[in-house]
């Protein structure tokens, strides 16, 4: 049985160490330290993390993995082949030089497009039709080594940055055992990437939810998917953040109002965009919990009719 090391951090990440594991040994599992989270500031632990527990496999959790004694104590456990997803950190040369299979990168996007921090929310931000998994040989530069297998996958209209997260991860996992038994024999020449069609992806921060209701309901909408569970859109109601949870675009109706201004549409909530209406489906406002725009609405009467900012 090979000897893996593997290295990864959120969901889509536990999703790949979990199709490995009892398929490969895992000598190793390395992810981001535990993060202070939630209103009570409570110390949580990586999805990999406790994944990797539950299995009790050895877990490192590095502040910067390319401090000599991590880089040395990877190289004691003299790997195969690292396989990495979703780590959060780059790789310097010392560790890609370690394993003599290489360090693979399973990345949640067909690449060239979407390199970086967040390709799943920027494949619906984008409005794409369809997204995948990329496996691919890690160099020095960010997502730009050579592919070694790829598989693709339709966006429904409906996915959110959490719905298309489980279908990458199993898509990934698959991807990954059909990968390494042929990547390991020989068998795949990895391919150049073609930079003609490079995009680039960025960390999301909890600034990009605030909704600009200059902008379009098609735009909006997407965001509301793309930014769904985090950092979520929201706005102002008065003096109170109020979460679109979840919302559709009208693009070709208009209403009268400034934007941010919200109308009723038959039996339908909408806001007044730059271009054309926004349906509210599901609101959250602050400190309640998520309601449908009809529960909502029974509760604040002076809602319809207010402008949003």
């Known amino acids: 049985m090979e000897h893996i090391i593997f290295m ?47 299995h009790n496999l050895p877990v490192l959790q590095p502040l910067k993995v390319r401090q000599p004694e991590v880089v040395q104590q990877l190289r004691d456990l003299a790997p195969t082949v690292i396989v990495v997803a ?46 995948g998994v990329t496996i691919m040989l890690m160099d020095e530069g960010l997502d730009t080594g050579p592919i070694v297998s790829q598989a693709a996958i339709e966006i ?4 959110t940055t959490a719905s298309l997260t489980e279908k990458l991860g199993h898509l990934g996992g698959q991807l990954v055992l059909d990968t390494l038994p042929r990547w390991l024999a020989g068998e795949i020449a990895p391919q150049k990437q073609d930079e003609q069609g490079v995009t680039y992806s960025r960390l999301l921060r909890k600034e990009d939810g605030r909704i600009s209701w200059t902008e379009s309901a098609v735009l909006i909408a997407r965001k509301c998917r793309a930014f769904y569970p985090w ?29 941010g201004t919200v109308v009723q549409i038959n039996s339908e909530v909408a806001v007044v965009t730059g271009d054309g209406l926004l349906i509210l489906e599901e609101v959250q406002l602050a400190g309640k919990r998520p309601l449908t725009i009809a529960e909502f609405v029974r509760g604040q009467r002076s809602f319809v009719g207010s402008v949003l900012y």
């Open 8 to 54: 990864g951090t959120p969901r889509f990440g536990q999703m790949i160490l979990e199709a490995l594991i009892g398929h490969y040994e895992i000598a190793a599992v390395v992810t981001q330290p535990d993060r202070q989270a939630g209103r009570g500031r409570k110390t949580v632990m990586s999805p990999v993390k406790a994944l990797a527990l539950a």
């Open 231 to 259: 950092p979520t859109t929201f706005t102002f109601w008065g003096e109170r953040e109020l979460k679109i949870l979840r919302a559709r675009a009208l693009p070709t109706q208009q209403a009268k109002g400034v934007t």
């Open 86 to 131: 979703a780590f959060g950190q780059i790789l310097p040369p010392s560790i890609l030089s370690i394993p003599r299979y290489g360090c693979l990168n399973v990345h949640a996007s067909l690449l060239p497009r979407h390199r970086g921090a967040a390709p799943i929310p920027a494949a619906i931000l984008a409005g794409d039709r369809q997204t």
């Open 156 to 159: 429904h209209p409906d996915d």
